[in-house]
């Protein structure tokens, strides 16, 4: 169950931290936007001015052609900015996904093959315990374990062993909820 819990934890502080790392590296597209919104601006009004220049008579034409190749530059600039915001993007995009499965793998790697043998092992010992004399067999498995799982059990005038020989049924069950508790089960 800690182990559960500490495995969460790791999760959750992963993705916590990526989101973090990510919203910090989507800061370095500020450049890009600004570059952005000022080439199309600057395309913007220099488009303007080439369309009002073409007006003027006689010379319209030859003034409108440098306007319009400013205006391109401009556009330049734009797209230039909407490149840098991609590539940030993108970039804060892989970092986030790194920091994310890096950690969750080493969990996983690390917590997911004690579990399925403990998944394994409770299901074997569900079985045993639902089969005839499936809590005689975890009673006896209690009387062999270490001597400190039998502290809370209370202790029959001849001895705990007496009781599990005789088939006294209450110590049984006693002794059959401390052998599940040190499989990790609930009785």
């Known amino acids: 169950m800690v182990a559960d819990l500490f495995a969460l934890a790791v999760i959750a502080v992963s993705v916590w931290f990526a989101l ?5 590296i989507m800061l370095l597209a500020g450049p ?19 369309n009002a220049a073409s007006k003027v008579p006689l010379l319209g034409d030859t003034l409108k052609k440098p306007l ?21 993007s993108h970039l804060a995009f892989l970092v986030a996904v790194v920091l994310v499965v890096l950690p ?4 996983l790697a690390l917590w997911l093959p004690p579990r399925l ?3 394994r092992a409770s ?5 045993l315990l639902e089969a005839p004399g499936g809590a005689d067999l975890f009673a006896l ?19 705990l062993a ?17 052998g599940l508790r040190r499989l990790g089960l609930r009785p």
Do not use: F, K, M, Y
């Not at 599990?164 to 002794?175: F, H, P, S």
């Open 104 to 107: 969750v793998l080493t969990v």
């Open 141 to 159: 498995r209690a009387l062999t374990g270490p001597l400190r799982d039998l502290a809370g059990v209370e202790t029959p005038a001849r001895g």
């Open 162 to 178: 007496d009781a599990w020989r005789r088939g006294d049924q209450a110590v049984i069950d006693d002794l059959s909820r401390v």
């Open 32 to 50: 890009g936007r600004a570059a952005e919104s000022a080439g199309d601006q600057l395309a913007g009004g220099l488009n303007d001015a080439g």
């Open 117 to 119: 043998r403990w998944v």
């Open 123 to 127: 299901a074997s010992a569900r079985r």
């Open 68 to 88: 319009v190749s400013a205006a391109e530059a401009g556009s330049g600039l734009a797209r230039a900015g909407e490149s840098v915001q991609h590539s940030v």
């Open 20 to 24: 973090l790392v990510h919203d910090a």
